[in-house]
């Protein structure tokens, strides 16, 4: 979400956008998402893990679609399609193992490289990396953590819980400065809602929701401009709880910016769609 939040801002004029009215696709179609009532098994409770897969590399594909500048149900739409390449290495003597992702846009210019120890519950034990090189200049992220994103014990249907996540990152460009930066921070609520069939996977459904509200101040050139951002996220993820492995995701997200010192406003809206299309030996 931080870095989304940066590029928005940061990069949308040197990628390819029109003004058109406002749709996305299905992600049930996209995913093969067939909704199934729990098994008694289910139905007793499961344990959600994100644990090391069988085989040590994954690859992925994540489709975000975003709309600025609403306006009678039309807005000006951007694109991007990330490659996304995961790999796993265990940790000698603990319960945790190095995550390692590099996510690459198609069509445009950029990569992003992070490294996280991760637990099996999916808190952030330890950051390691974080960057994106691009042509508007270079991300860096300085810090992330993250409390438990599961649970510690068995869940059932309906039930809910919380955790929190706090991204420190900066935008380094030649055209604009970020002024007395602050980390994102997120609360995060979640709840299994069901399961499913996801393109020949059982999951288990879990549906997060958070909002953030977020002041900005930036030098672009000889300008200090001040936008400040409220938005609401909701997540949809598809958790091979069997094997551990997120196997899809889909996030939903509606925005509203203000300048003040521009006397402007902004309204808008996006979703991404994550899933695995590869895993290897």
């Keep these: 979400i931080a870095l989304v939040g940066l590029l928005s801002v940061g990069g949308c004029a040197y990628m390819s956008s029109k003004n058109e009215p406002v749709s996305f696709n299905d992600p049930a179609l ?16 499961i344990s959600l893990r994100l644990l090391v897969p069988p085989k040590n590399e994954i690859h992925a594909e994540e489709d975000l679609k975003v709309y600025s500048q609403l306006h009678d149900g039309r807005g000006l739409s951007l694109n991007l399609r990330q490659k996304i390449t995961v790999t796993y290495k ?5 319960d945790s193992y190095i995550q390692h992702t ?12 992070e490294a996280l120890e991760i637990s099996p519950r999916g808190e952030i034990v330890r950051f390691i990396e974080g960057h994106h090189k691009s042509k508007i200049g270079k991300f860096r992220i300085l810090s992330e953590s993250r409390t438990p994103m599961y649970p510690e014990g068995p869940v059932k249907i309906g039930d809910k819980w ?10 380094e460009s030649f055209w604009i400065k970020e002024e007395n930066p602050t980390p994102y921070n997120l609360q995060a609520d979640s709840q299994l809602t069901g399961f499913a069939q996801v393109n020949g996977h059982r999951c288990a459904v879990i549906k997060t929701t958070s909002t953030q509200t977020k002041t900005e101040i ?36 509606r925005s509203h910016s203000l300048f003040p010192s521009l006397n402007m406003e902004d309204d808008g809206v996006s979703q991404s769609i994550y899933r695995v299309i590869e895993q290897e030996n």
Excluded: C, H, W
């Design 218 to 253: 930036m030098k672009i050139l000889l300008n200090t401009v001040t936008v400040d951002i409220r938005s609401a996220v909701e997540e949809t993820a598809y958790l091979d709880y069997a094997n551990g492995i997120l196997i899809a995701k889909v996030t939903q997200t």
């Design 162 to 171: 919380r955790y929190e996540e706090k991204v420190d990152a900066r935008l």
């Design 30 to 45: 996209v995913l093969k998402i067939t909704e199934s009532k729990p098994t008694p098994e289910e139905s007793n409770g």
């Design 102 to 113: 590099v996510i690459t846009f198609e069509g445009e210019g950029g990569k992003v490289t």
């Design 90 to 94: 265990p940790v000698a003597g603990k």
